[in-house]
Nanobody
Framework: EVQLQASGGGLVKPGGSLRLSCAVS????????ISWFRQAPGKEREWVSC????????ETADSVKGRVTISRDSAKNTVYFEMDMLKPEDSAVYLC????????????????????WGKGTLVTVSS
């Protein structure tokens, strides 16, 4: 059974930073795209970043570009999502999701249908 578990959320002050982890089970990160999405109360789910399987190339949404770093540790089967200069509007439930695609590159495939979803982790940016 494929499982994804996001963790690392919490309360962060504006201007601060966060590091979220997505621990995956029963898939290989060099075959699967891992995307991060977020959903704030009353808003649609928004794609924020992904990492591609073949070459670990990162892709980031324009809305957060310059503030996000995504990386992976294949030995730990974990993808990391880091964001700095946090703003109150970054408050949301952050979710990770996986799509099979060993040869996928670019970002178009990162934001559409995903094969598996994990439960999210809540990030609240507030003073």
């Amino acid at each position: 059974e494929v499982q994804l578990q996001a963790s690392g959320g919490g309360l962060v002050k504006p201007g601060g930073s966060l590091r979220l982890s997505c621990a995956v089970s029963n898939i290989r990160l060099d075959y699967w795209v891992i995307s991060w999405f977020r959903q704030a109360p009353g808003k649609e789910r928004e794609w924020v970043s992904c990492i591609n399987p073949a070459d670990s190339s990162p892709e980031t949404a324009d809305s957060v570009k310059g503030r996000v770093t995504i990386s992976r540790d294949s030995a730990k089967n974990t993808v990391y999502f880091e964001m700095d200069m946090l703003k109150p509007e970054d408050s949301a439930v952050y979710l990770c999701a996986a799509k099979y695609g060993p040869y996928l590159t670019g970002s178009g495939h990162c934001r559409g249908y995903m094969d598996y979803w994990g439960k999210g982790t809540l990030v609240t940016v507030s003073s």
